[in-house]
Every structure is written in structure tokens, then in C-alpha cells.
């Protein structure tokens, strides 16, 4: 364990992203307080404050790595549950349009299990850390600064039915959300607000509980059809989650209708380009309401470009990259992110006694590059969308220069795909690059582009025979 430098932290929202920064920080401060405005239900279930609670949740292979390695017992706990853990490589069927990927040996690891389920367990583990109290039910009201403003020193909480009171700390952390007030509050201290980038594909998406039947059992714990720009804006996942129950996740962009009543959800589920999750259903009783969210835009707060920041206070997670939720990012790269805020501390432990002047702007820098590759990854998938909104809005320029490579890019994942049917590692390298272990750019890494224009080439030989005059 890291020996503790400094004293007191104060972090600002108690969901999944807040909680692992407390554990992470807890080895660094003597003293950690977690700040939550919901209270907390007493069992695993969705509350307020995470309305997505209530949605399809998947935590990619590096954020449950990262997981179980800050929190020993998870896996076990979540088995125990009931959660299921299993091999994306092997335990998860991914179908675009009527093929799908070919199985591969991997260590993509992955729980299967609700969010509430997840929270709840990594909320034990925190509140059994002697030095972090977890203060829900209470409201945080605003930033405390020094005289001069440089610096951020506390905030002002309010618990229901109670007087306002400061919280005094070397460091706090806004991990609150896509909700997050920090722009206005940072504005009452003489700070520009930060620029955005939006990029919006209009997607709506819900899910539904459903019971399997005892006799089916499938080869998978993941079974999804997926879109394909621009033709099929259609999609849908089942997982298997705790209960012996499948939590669906169906989505769709732009003006297709997705239908809340139960004789409309279920022709939306059969009209998707693969049949496989509407057969599936037919083996299952659903347990559950249909829950819908809009929340799906993607929105990047450009804390990194503050030309003054004040010291002591930093953000991360959805309070500066919120995701849309489709692509399951979101959890993973908050709990990367609050690794990286341990790994920045203790740079500034062995430089100084204290947390100094631009250790916060410091870390908003660091953690833009680490947001980049999963912004990237979403913002460009929902461009290739027809009718995604921009802000700010694109010059005529910067259109057409987007325009080739988005085309020319669609045509070369068109090739990867259909390879990915047949070829394992071409397969293997897609998902590794959906669970954020790869980068993006490995897709045209020559020994991947070598396998996927070589399968084209083979592919076409026999077309190119048929052809030929006898």
C-alpha cells in the first residue's frame, strides 16, 4: 500500500466512478469523504441519480480487470450473487447483419451482472475502509476557495433537513456526472467555463428483464445483433445477469421509432438485421417494464484547454467525457481515470510534501489524452450516422475534409467485418479494440490489413472463376 502523504480528499458523487476513486485515494489520504446527494437503497437497485441503472450495463474487459484488481473479492462476490463471468472470445455471439464474428481464444474477461448489483458491492468494500466515510443523502452546494481564488479548499453540503455546512479538504474531486455543476461553479470564481464538443446520433435506446426458460440453454452469456451504418440503425443485446435472468438492450438512431408498448417493442426486436435475438426471446418470459433513455449524446468538456485552473480541484468520468452509452465505455474509462489521478499523486509525493500549485491542471491534461481513443472511438462511430448533430457545428471545410475519410474508412470496416466472420484473429483484434485493450489504429496496423485484404482477394477468386468464359 502506498504510505498516505496527505490528509483529507473530498470526493463529489457516489455512483461507480466516485467510489473507486475513494478506494484509490484511500491509500493516498489519511482521510476520504464521499459526498453522494441520492440515499442509498439498502439492496441492490436502480436509484435516482442513476436513472441508467435501470438499463443494459457491460463493462468492458479492461475496466473489470482494473475492477477486480482494486476490489480482491468482486469476482468472487459477483458469482456468489449470481452474476456470470465469461470469455467475450468464446461466450459472447456477435452478429452483424446474418454472420457472425468467428469465435477466438482471449482474455477478455467480463461480468455479466446488473449495474445496481456492481455498485452495491464495490460500495461495501469502500464503506469497510477505515479511512472513508460515505456521506449519502447529502447535496454538495458548491466550491469553497481561498481568498484569492487560486486554489480550492472545501465545498458547502447540505443533508435533508439540515443546516449548511463546510467540508474542509486538500483535494476535491468531481466525479458527479453527465450532471455535473462545475462550469457554473468554477464561473462564480472568475474561471471561464470550458468549451464542449457534442456529437449526436439521436439514438434512443431500452431494456427489459427477461426469464429464460429452464430447458434453453445457450452456448452464450452475450448474444447481440449489431448496427451497421448507415443501412441498419437497428440493435440489440442479451445478457445474463444475476437471477438466472437476461437483461436486454435494444437501440436505434435517428427517426426510426423505437416502441415502449409490448406488441411494438416486440415486432421492433424482429425486425433486427439478425434473427437471433428475437428467437432467443421466444424462450423467455419477460419480468420486467420497458425502460427508454434519449441520454445518448456525446459530450467533451475541454478542462484541458483552461488558460487558468485552480489548484486542488479535478474532474473526471462523465463529468468530463460522457459517452454514449451504447458503446459500454463509460465505467471503464472513470475507473481508469481514477487509477490515473493515484498515479498522478504520487508523482507529486516523491516532487513535494503537498499537492502544489498545477498539480489539477496537470491531470485534466493527462486525462484528455486518456479520454481520446474512447471520444474517438464513439464520436466517429456516430458520425457515420446520416443526421448526427455536431457543436460546435463544422465548417463547409472541415465537412468535405471529414467526408473522404469517413467514406473511405466505412468501406475498409465493411472489409474487416466480413473477414472478422471468418478469420479469428481478425475477430479477436476487433472486439480487443471495443474493450479498450487496443487501440484503434491497430485495425490498420499492415499484418491486420495484410489478413483482411488477403481474405478479400481469396474471397473474390472464386467470382473471378465463375466469370471467366468456359
Known amino acids: 500500500m502506498t504510505a498516505r502523504a496527505f490528509d483529507h480528499a473530498i470526493v463529489l458523487g457516489g455512483s461507480i466512478a466516485g467510489l473507486v476513486t475513494a478506494r484509490v485515494l484511500s491509500e493516498r489520504f489519511c482521510r476520504v469523504t464521499v459526498i453522494e446527494r441520492d440515499g442509498y437503497p439498502k439492496a441492490a437497485a436502480p436509484r435516482r441519480g442513476v436513472p441508467q441503472g435501470k438499463l443494459l450495463h457491460v463493462v468492458l474487459a479492461r475496466g473489470r480487470a482494473t475492477l477486480d484488481a482494486l476490489f480482491p473479492r468482486l469476482a468472487a462476490d459477483l458469482r456468489a450473487a449470481g452474476g456470470v463471468t465469461f470469455d467475450y472470445g468464446r461466450g459472447a455471439s456477435v452478429h452483424y447483419g446474418r454472420s457472425s464474428l468467428a469465435p477466438f481464444d482471449s482474455d477478455l474477461s467480463v461480468h455479466g451482472c446488473t449495474q445496481p448489483l456492481l455498485e452495491s458491492l464495490i460500495r461495501r468494500y469502500v464503506s469497510e475502509l477505515a479511512n472513508v466515510t460515505v456521506r449519502d443523502a447529502t447535496s454538495a452546494l458548491g466550491l469553497l476557495a481561498s481568498p484569492d481564488r487560486r486554489r480550492v479548499n472545501g465545498v458547502r453540503v447540505a443533508s435533508a433537513g439540515e443546516t449548511e455546512e463546510v467540508v474542509l479538504g486538500q483535494l476535491v474531486v468531481d466525479a458527479t456526472g453527465r450532471g455535473s455543476h462545475a462550469p457554473a461553479w468554477l464561473e462564480q470564481f472568475g474561471y471561464r467555463p470550458p468549451g464542449e464538443s457534442i456529437v449526436a446520433a439521436r439514438l434512443t435506446y431500452a431494456s427489459r428483464t427477461y426469464v429464460p426458460a429452464t430447458d434453453y440453454r445457450p452456448n452464450w452469456a452475450l448474444l447481440a445483433s449489431m448496427a451497421r451504418a448507415p443501412q441498419q440503425p437497428r440493435s440489440g443485446v442479451i445478457l445474463a445477469v444475476e437471477g438466472g435472468q437476461w437483461m436486454t438492450g435494444i437501440a436505434t438512431i435517428g427517426d426510426d421509432h423505437l416502441p415502449a408498448d409490448e406488441e411494438g417493442f416486440t415486432s421492433f426486436v424482429h425486425g433486427l438485421s439478425s434473427p437471433v435475438v428475437h428467437e432467443a426471446l421466444q424462450h423467455a418470459t419477460a419480468s420486467g417494464p420497458i425502460v427508454r433513455s434519449?441520454?445518448?449524446?456525446?459530450?467533451?468538456?475541454?478542462?484541458?484547454?483552461?488558460?487558468?485552473?485552480?489548484?486542488?480541484?479535478?474532474?473526471?468520468?462523465?463529468?468530463?467525457?460522457?459517452?454514449?452509452?451504447?458503446?459500454?465505455?463509460?465505467?471503464?474509462?472513470?475507473?481508469?481515470?481514477?487509477?490515473?489521478?493515484?498515479?498522478?499523486?504520487?508523482?507529486?509525493?516523491?516532487?513535494?510534501?503537498?499537492?502544489?500549485?498545477?498539480?489539477?491542471?496537470?491531470?485534466?491534461?493527462?486525462?484528455?489524452?486518456?479520454?481520446?481513443?474512447?471520444?474517438?472511438?464513439?464520436?466517429?462511430?456516430?458520425?457515420?450516422?446520416?443526421?448526427?448533430?455536431?457543436?460546435?457545428?463544422?465548417?463547409?471545410?472541415?465537412?468535405?475534409?471529414?467526408?473522404?475519410?469517413?467514406?473511405?474508412?466505412?468501406?475498409?470496416?465493411?472489409?474487416?467485418?466480413?473477414?472478422?466472420?471468418?478469420?479469428?484473429?481478425?475477430?479477436?483484434?476487433?472486439?480487443?479494440?471495443?474493450?479498450?485493450?487496443?487501440?484503434?489504429?491497430?485495425?490498420?496496423?499492415?499484418?491486420?490489413?495484410?489478413?483482411?485484404?488477403?481474405?478479400?482477394?481469396?474471397?473474390?477468386?472464386?467470382?473471378?472463376?465463375?466469370?471467366?468464359?468456359?
Open 294 to 470: 434519449r441520454t445518448t449524446q456525446n459530450r467533451l468538456r475541454h478542462y484541458e484547454r483552461a488558460s487558468a485552473w485552480p489548484d486542488d480541484f479535478v474532474l473526471l468520468g462523465d463529468s468530463v467525457c460522457a459517452l454514449n452509452p451504447i458503446y459500454g465505455q463509460g465505467i471503464t474509462l472513470a475507473v481508469l481515470g481514477a487509477v490515473l489521478l493515484g498515479e498522478h499523486i504520487d508523482v507529486e509525493r516523491r516532487a513535494r510534501a503537498r499537492i502544489g500549485s498545477g498539480f489539477a491542471a496537470g491531470y485534466q491534461r493527462r486525462l484528455a489524452q486518456l479520454n481520446r481513443a474512447a471520444w474517438q472511438y464513439a464520436a466517429s462511430s456516430d458520425a457515420t450516422w446520416p443526421g448526427t448533430r455536431y457543436e460546435p457545428q463544422p465548417t463547409r471545410t472541415t465537412t468535405l475534409l471529414r467526408a473522404l475519410p469517413t467514406r473511405a474508412l466505412r468501406a475498409y470496416g465493411t472489409m474487416v467485418l466480413d473477414t472478422a466472420y471468418e478469420v479469428p484473429a481478425v475477430a479477436r483484434a476487433v472486439m480487443e479494440i471495443s474493450h479498450m485493450q487496443r487501440a484503434a489504429s491497430a485495425l490498420i496496423a499492415p499484418s491486420l490489413m495484410l489478413r483482411v485484404i488477403g481474405h478479400r482477394v481469396r474471397a473474390a477468386a472464386p467470382r473471378r472463376n465463375r466469370d471467366a468464359p468456359g
